[in-house]
């Protein structure tokens, strides 16, 4: 049992480490905008923000039900593509928030990339 909760708090701090090295590259190069990502067990959100803090725009896929959690990654993509698009905003740093980068993560950001925002 002990074996599972080491193994359990090495996923953590591998999580944790990903994300501090994430988020100072990105803070470095001091963007404009920022697409967050945040990803649940279900569930998959994204926020688009400035560099002082505030939302510009946000999407969830929890309206798309009866999809895979992919599909659903898709459609929310896409719509946050468009609101974007709405916005003329071109170049935005992608902040996948320490996940790895495939399946929803990945799904996302191919369908925000093909509304021709560059990530």
């Known amino acids: 049992m002990s074996h599972l909760t080491n193994k359990l708090k090495d996923n953590i701090k591998k999580y944790l480490k990903r994300k501090t090295r994430v988020n100072t590259k990105i803070k470095s190069h001091k963007p404009k905008y920022r697409l967050i990502i945040n990803k649940s067990n279900l569930y998959i959100s994204a ?20 999809k895979t959690k992919v ?12 609101k974007i ?13 320490g996940y790895l980068y495939h399946g929803r993560v990945k799904a996302f950001a191919e369908w925000v990339r093909k509304a021709w925002v560059k990530l």
């Open 85 to 97: 698009m709405l916005k003329k905003l071109e170049h935005i740093a992608f902040d996948r928030n």
């Open 71 to 82: 599909e659903r990654a898709f459609s929310a993509g896409e719509e946050l593509g468009k």
């Open 47 to 66: 926020q688009l923000v400035d560099q002082s803090g505030d939302i510009v725009a946000s999407i969830n896929d929890k309206k798309s039900a009866w």
